[in-house]
């Protein structure tokens, strides 16, 4: 039975181009609306961007769920369509109500696909009804049975992006739609279903407002979930931002394998209330705490629950057995016998593991799960399980300062083949110092020099999936200090990753690393690019695809366009930013200011006290770019 009547009004408004009219806006106006009309004009500016949609995105129909200044929820539909002038342009009509009447739930209901047409909003003007709110109950509640029923057909995103949440819950999520839409990844008219399942799956777990943009060109809105696509070099002034793509890329981590979890049982009770038990009721303060505790509590509870599924499943392969084989007698030991083997020593990577040995896991066997825990190393150069095991205990417990224990690993790594210490750096269950030490020694020149291919190109990939390894500001304190990480992490980047730089598969990854760092204001930073790229300890500088040079000209050159805006106040994550003025399309010049010329740029750039690094970097990047892309 429906409670919609008994909630809140929902007003409407349509926003279109119609021109400024000598005011200050955007000229995107409320031609159509139920609510006062200075309430329609104050939404127009705060909406702002969000009423605009441009690029590749903007052919499409999208929907956007966010919250006002004054704590009403707009659902906002948007069309492409034209103005006057023949233009592109974008119509969106808004609904406008309290968190109770346009819930979660129900907004996604009508996001999929939408709940008016374009027509009726393009012929929309002056003063419009309020809306039937049990209307729109019935139209979301009507489409969330199919919607739940297709939701295993996104698992796989499902897990990626419950997985980014489950590391980070503060971070906002973009969703990579590309043109070849990948196996097993969402097209657009499958993102609600997306945000659904992780609505259903973490509840108000996360403790921000539920805000999202079915399809847009860019993530940089202060929304929590987004798809676009194409990722653009994102500033970092809405937040912590997780790009997640459908390609694979790296190994599973803890995470993944926790996600992987949560999202089967999801999948499993797809009718009950949002927010699994495992979380809202296990772990209700999780999302709080810092990643270490939060993984640990994590890696309890799933276990506990993997070791019950286990007591179930013995239990009725045992009476399978039985009804089979009523002749036989069943002794503890035919009992026994009729248990499959354990596919795994430890349903997952403990993050502290006890302080005795843990007894050699029964052979493993593949499982049938899409990510798997990391496996036991088998025997490699005559090392047994028992001692693999010891090493991995001893890599959990080590701390900088300990000498004797780090005398004792540093002995034991030296001893170990290259796949051994890959598949240790992959567990991502281990302190910063433990990590270090296994890159120093996976650094070795004596193992560089011998390394097979098919490794370097594992260790390249784990190293820019893990980009934590190179970027000076994660350091948060563990580390002496930047000037120290940022030579480790040159030196990392020098020999894991630049030798394989030319490699396609590579090239997103670089870009996005080399634009961040390029834009880093610490001096440190400058001086990681310098050792990284300009002059590289080794004396061999990266041979970069020509796009990369370009890129690196083009950053180092626009440091100087001008004097940065003024910093913004901090907003809360469902408070969208403040509204920008969007220029008519018939004014491109507002879009794009005179260019300057090269020589312009390079000589502003060198007169600026404040550049120093920045005036170094253009001038040997200048030179290094145009020799390279000359000959390559």
């Not at 539909?77 to 739930?105: A, E, F, K, M, N």
């Not at 224990?405 to 433990?434: C, F, H, I, K, N």
Request: hydrophobic share 35%; charged share 25%; glycine share 6%.
């Amino acid at each position: 039975m429906s409670d919609f009547q008994d909630r809140g009004p929902v007003h409407q408004a349509v926003f279109r181009w119609d021109g400024n009219h000598g005011r200050q806006g955007t000229g995107m106006n409320a031609v159509a609306h139920s609510c006062e009309p200075e309430r329609a004009e104050e939404l127009g500016r705060e909406l702002g961007p969000l009423l605009w949609v441009s690029g590749a995105a903007a052919a499409r129909p999208s929907v956007v769920r966010t919250v006002s200044r004054d704590g009403d929820v707009l659902l906002v539909q948007r069309w492409p369509t034209t103005d006057r002038g023949g233009r592109p342009s974008t119509i969106s009509h808004v609904l406008i109500g309290d968190r109770g009447t346009l819930r979660v739930r129900e907004c996604l209901g009508l996001a999929y696909p939408g709940w008016r047409k374009q027509e009726r909003a393009e012929q929309a003007s002056g003063r419009l009804p309020e809306i039937d709110s049990a209307r729109l109950d019935e139209l979301a509640h009507k489409r969330l049975p199919e919607m739940l029923e297709r939701l295993p057909k996104v698992a796989h995103a499902l897990i990626l992006t419950t997985a980014e949440l489950l590391r980070d819950p503060t971070q906002r999520v973009s969703l990579l739609l590309e043109e070849e839409t990948p196996r097993d990844w969402p097209d657009r008219d499958a993102v609600p279903l997306v945000y659904l399942g992780l609505f259903l799956l973490f509840g108000r777990w996360l403790g921000q407002e539920w805000t999202f943009a079915t399809c847009d060109s860019v993530d940089t809105h202060a929304l929590r979930l987004m798809a676009v696509p194409r990722w653009e070099p994102d500033t970092g002034g809405s937040g912590p931002l997780a790009r997640v793509m459908g390609r694979p890329h790296g190994q599973p981590r803890f995470e993944h394998k926790a996600a992987t979890r949560l999202v089967d049982y999801l999948l499993a009770h797809r009718e009950a209330a949002p927010g699994v038990p495992q979380l809202v009721g296990e772990l209700p303060d999780g999302a709080t705490l810092d990643w270490e505790r939060r993984r640990d509590r994590l890696w309890r509870i799933l276990g506990e629950e993997r070791e019950q599924d286990r007591d179930r499943d013995r239990d009725r392969e045992a009476r399978r057995t039985r009804d089979r084989e009523p002749e036989r007698p069943t002794t503890p030991a035919a009992a026994r016998a009729t248990v499959a083997p354990e596919p795994y020593g430890e349903p997952y990577a403990s993050p502290a593991l006890a302080t005795s040995p843990p007894a050699p896991p029964p052979a493993p066997v593949t499982p049938p799960q899409p990510f798997q825990p990391p496996h036991t190393h088998g025997s490699p150069n005559g090392h047994d399980t028992h001692a693999l095991h010891a090493l991995r205990r001893d890599l959990r417990e080590y701390r900088r300062g300990d000498g004797s224990r780090r005398s004792v690993l540093m002995a034991d790594l030296r001893t170990r083949p290259d796949e051994v210490l890959l598949g240790e750096l992959r567990s991502a269950e281990l302190p910063r110092d433990s990590v270090e030490l296994l890159l120093n020694e996976l650094g070795r020149p004596d193992r560089v020099e011998v390394r097979h291919l098919d490794v370097r190109h594992e260790l390249c990939a784990e190293v820019l999936h893990r980009n934590l390894y190179f970027t000076p500001q994660t350091a948060n304190g563990e580390h002496p200090s930047r000037k120290a990480m940022t030579d480790l992490s040159a030196d990392l980047f020098t020999w894991a990753v630049a030798p394989l730089a030319r490699d396609e598969r590579y090239l997103r990854d670089l870009q996005e690393l080399l634009y961040r760092m390029s834009r880093d204001p610490h001096p440190t930073t400058g001086n990681w690019l310098r050792q990284s790229i300009i002059e590289p300890a080794n004396g061999r500088i990266p041979d970069l695809p020509p796009v990369l040079w370009s890129q690196l000209l083009r950053d180092a050159m626009s440091r100087n366009e001008g004097p940065p805006p003024a910093p913004a106040l901090p907003r809360p994550m469902s408070v969208p930013p403040a509204p920008q003025a969007i220029p008519a399309p018939a004014q491109p010049s507002a879009f794009t200011p005179e260019p300057l010329t090269a020589m312009a740029r390079v000589s502003d750039l060198m007169n600026n006290p404040g550049c120093f690094i920045g005036s170094s970097l253009v001038v040997i990047v200048v030179l290094l770019g145009v020799a390279l892309m000359l000959f390559v």
